[in-house]
Nanobody, 117 residues
């Protein structure tokens, strides 16, 4: 079992920046593919960015060039740096941990990000 706790959400003006962090429990954090997803009101949850156990990253087209995902295995932490925020980035952001090919798939409780125009 893995517990994920997100932090760093809030209200920011368009063009601003926020840094989301996700702290994970457990001793095999380094084996997990970590990801950030988001869900806006009335919309389905969507991928924002992922980072594999060996550091490979994948970003949604909508955030390429603006958001950066990184991980620090020694601290069991994954970070999403969000720059040049837009009102359409407003959503609840969720941290995810999974081991591909297994049933291990965990979610955090989510953190609200609101971008005002």
């Amino acid at each position: 079992q893995v517990q994920l706790v997100e932090s760093g959400g809030g209200l920011v003006q368009a063009g601003g920046s926020l840094r989301l962090s996700c702290a994970a429990s457990g001793r095999i954090f380094r084996l997990y593919t970590m990801g950030w997803y988001r869900q806006a009101p009335g919309k389905q949850r969507e991928l924002v960015a992922t980072i594999t156990s060996d550091g490979g990253t994948n970003n949604a087209d909508s955030v390429k060039g603006r958001f950066t995902i990184s991980r620090e295995n020694a601290k069991n932490t994954v970070v999403l740096q969000m720059n040049s925020l837009k009102p359409e980035d407003t959503a609840v952001y969720y941290c995810n941990a999974r081991i591909p090919g297994t049933l291990q798939n965990y979610w955090g409780q989510g953190t609200q990000v609101t971008v005002s125009s």
